[in-house]
C-alpha cells in the first residue's frame, strides 16, 4: 500500500511539473504574440508616415497592413475578430484593384497589373467566405 502512494505522490509532481511547464510556455507564446503584434503594427506607422512623404510606394504600404491583419486573423482567439481582421484585408485589395484601374486608364499599368490584383482580392474574398462557414469559438 506504501508503493501505491509513493507511485500517486511520484504521478501528482510529475502532473505539477508538466503544467507548470505548459504554463510557462503559453506565457511565452502569448509574450511574443504582443510583441509581434507591436512590431507589425509599427511598420505599418512607419510606411504610412514614409509614404505621405512619398518615400515608399503604395505596394509596401499594402504589404505592411496585409501582414498585421494576416497576424492578427490567424492568432484571433475569436471567430468574429478573425472575419473582422479579413473584411480589412478585403477592403485593402479593393482599393488597390480601383487604384490600378485608374492607373491602366491612365496608360501606367498592364493587363496584368490588373489580374493580379483581382487575384489577390478574390483570394481574400474566399478565404472570408471559408472564415464565416468554418465554426471558430
Not at 509513493?6 to 509532481?13: D, G, Q
Not at 505539477?16 to 510583441?35: G, H, N, P, V
Not at 496585409?66 to 478585403?90: M, N
Not at 482580392?121 to 469559438?137: D, N
Amino acid at each position: 500500500m506504501n508503493t501505491s502512494h509513493t507511485r500517486l505522490l511520484v504521478l501528482l509532481a510529475v502532473s505539477f511539473q508538466c503544467a507548470s511547464l505548459a504554463r510557462a510556455d503559453e506565457t511565452a507564446y502569448a509574450k511574443i504574440l504582443k510583441e509581434r503584434d507591436s512590431v507589425l503594427a509599427q511598420i505599418v506607422v512607419q510606411r504610412e508616415g514614409r509614404f505621405a512623404t512619398g518615400t515608399t510606394s503604395d505596394e509596401a504600404l499594402v504589404a505592411a497592413r496585409v501582414a498585421l491583419w494576416s497576424f492578427r486573423r490567424d492568432t484571433g482567439p475569436l471567430k468574429a475578430e478573425k472575419i473582422k481582421q479579413q473584411k480589412l484585408i478585403v477592403a485593402v485589395f479593393e482599393t488597390r484593384l480601383e487604384d490600378l484601374k485608374r492607373r491602366m486608364a491612365a496608360g501606367i499599368s498592364t493587363d496584368e497589373d490588373l489580374l493580379l490584383a483581382r487575384d489577390a482580392l478574390l483570394q481574400a474574398q474566399q478565404l472570408l467566405e471559408e472564415l464565416k462557414f468554418v465554426p471558430h469559438p
